[in-house]
């Protein structure tokens, strides 16, 4: 029998979740893999876009990271 679904987790925590597509699978199965797929790579896009935005801002600001303030007290 063929796995549908197999997960597995790397020594550092990291999460691999692997489907694969059977070649007797129903249908509408197939179609809800095919929309699975294209979430997953629409996620992708907008943590990429999201990384490309915040690089524009740092490059926008003179390269300078957010980061702690220091106030000096008296």
Same mark, same amino acid.
């Given at each position: ?5 197999? %997960?597995?987790?790397? /020594?550092? =925590? ?7 597509? /059977? #070649?007797?699978?129903? %249908? ?6 095919? =929309? !699975?797929? #294209?979430?997953?790579?629409? !996620?992708?896009?907008?943590? %990429? ?18 980061? /702690?303030?220091?106030?000096? %007290?008296?």
């Amino acid at each position: 029998m063929e796995r549908i679904l197999e %997960v597995n987790r790397s /020594p550092d =925590g990291e999460i691999v979740i692997r489907l694969c597509a /059977p #070649r007797r699978l129903p %249908v509408e199965t197939r179609r809800h893999l095919l =929309g !699975t797929t #294209r979430e997953g790579l629409m !996620t992708l896009r907008s943590l %990429v876009d999201a990384g490309l935005r915040r690089l524009d801002t740092e490059e926008q600001q003179g390269g300078k990271k957010k980061g /702690p303030t220091k106030i000096e %007290v008296q």
